[in-house]
């Protein structure tokens, strides 16, 4: 799944296209989601859920809590003057940002990174995060880097291709590490740069994302590793037996 980017004219367009789908009842998606910022924290956003205008602070390398929403497949995020409480008030918004839903169900991460087009912007992308695709135990890695990376994990081996993201899932013992080497393929016919080199650490109820940032100056391929991990607390019933 290649990453979407909003283009600017899109977002410029964006209060017509809220309001347009408002007044034709295109509100048919109920989702659950949480969202990270793969640039720098973003502070004072809103959108609209149902009949409410909600605030949203997005934040670096750590998840926001998980939301609730109710309305159309594009979400558009905005900045609005004065207290912009009213859902119907559209006129003092200035879009930001949007998001098209792939599904009208089901659990999601937005990802958010600062958009190349205009200051103050956002590319966001929509990635499924529900824990029957992304599961305890597993690592996700999403690669910001403009080359590919071949990635070692224990004694699996995957394509982690540019602008893109791989699941994998461990095959290791609870509170292990796995050795792990990540190969940078910076350009055809160039020899691939050995550009991480270490240990990660596995737990069973726990699913890490691992963001890989390219690094500037030096060899080219150099890249960041940051770790978003998640613990999964296992569902109780309430029911007397």
Known sequence: MRFRHIALFTIFLGIFSLAEAQENGS??????????SLSRNISGLKYVSGNEVRKLDVFRGARTKKVTYRGSEVIYFFRQQGSGNDPDDA???????????????????????KSPK?????????????????????????????????????????LIKHMNYTDISAKAEH?????????SLTKQGAKPFRS??????????????????????????????????????PETSNDAG
Do not use: C, H
């Not at 048919?28 to 949480?34: D, E, K």
């Not at 069973?204 to 978003?228: F, H, V, W």
């Open 27 to 36: 509100e048919n998606v109920n989702v659950t989601w949480s969202a990270i």
């Open 91 to 113: 006129e003092n918004r200035k879009i930001v940002g949007a998001v098209t839903l792939p599904n009208t169900s089901g659990n999601f991460l937005f990802l958010f990174s």
């Open 118 to 158: 205009a200051d103050y912007t956002y590319d966001i992308t929509a990635i499924p995060d529900d824990l029957a695709t992304f599961k305890p135990g597993m690592y996700r890695f999403i690669n910001l880097a403009p080359f590919d990376i071949a990635i070692q994990l224990g004694d699996q081996r995957k």
């Open 175 to 183: 509170n292990s590490y796995q050795q792990t080497v990540m190969l």
């Open 196 to 233: 991480y080199e270490g240990n990660l650490k596995y737990l069973e109820d726990q699913r890490i994302i691992y963001i890989i940032s390219p690094r500037k100056g030096g060899r080219p391929g150099r890249i960041a590793l940051t770790a978003i991990p998640e613990r999964i607390v």
